[in-house]
Structures are given as C-alpha cells and as structure tokens.
C-alpha cells in the first residue's frame, strides 16, 4: 500500500485573465512559475548552508527531511517576500498608476458636481 497521495496534473476550468493581451498571461503565468521555482532552489541552498554550518552531513534525505525552526521560517518569508516585490514591481507600478488616474477620474468627478450644484 502506497501512502503517495495522487495530485491532477491539470487545473480543471478556464485560466484567469488578468491582461487584455492573452500573451501578457502567458509571460505572467511563465514568470511566476520560474520565480516559484527559484525560492524552491533557494530554500533548498538555505538548507544546504545550514546544515554545512552544522556539520551534518549533507544528503538528498537530510536536505528533503530538514525541518526550518520559526526564525528561518520567517527569514525565509521575508526573502520570498522581497524576491516577489523585484519580480512583480512593474505589476504594482502599472497598478498603483492605475489607482492613482481612478482617484483624480474621482476627485475631477465630485469638483465637477460642485460646481453643477453652484
């Protein structure tokens, strides 16, 4: 009896759009499973390091076995953090513009009524 527990390969339903521009998705979509990738290979150099500090021998078992404490748990959150901030910062740009033309589109609009109401 196996104890592997058998994922889908693929995700059922229409992939979200966030984009116009369909190849837009598809470059997202690419970047964001290459950075997911990246933090994995990261983790796993922590791992690494940690246990060569250690001296503890370093073997695909200890590696896949090591178990982070709470403050490299958090170290490591903040990396991916601040990794997901440099990947994503045209993202947030374009959104932040984004709000910024949707709050003077408000602002115009209610000195706009003012005036209307004299």
């Known amino acids: 009896m196996s104890d592997k ?22 470059v997202l979509s690419i970047t964001m ?3 997911g990738e990246m933090a994995v290979m990261r983790d796993r150099l922590d791992t690494v390091e940690r246990l060569l500090e250690a001296g503890d021998p370093v073997t695909r078992e200890s590696i ?3 178990q982070p404490d709470v403050s ?7 990396w991916r953090e601040s990794f997901l901030d440099i990947v994503l910062r045209r993202v947030h740009q374009e959104r932040e513009e984004l709000e910024a033309e949707a709050e ?6 209610e000195a706009i009524n003012l005036v209307e109401k004299g």
């Open 5 to 26: 527990i058998e994922l889908q390969k693929k995700a059922r339903g229409q992939r979200p759009e966030y984009f116009e521009d369909p190849a837009i998705d598809k």
């Open 33 to 35: 499973a290459l950075a």
């Open 64 to 66: 896949n076995s090591y």
């Open 72 to 78: 490299v748990r958090d170290e490591r959150d903040a």
């Open 104 to 109: 003077t589109a408000k602002t115009y609009d």
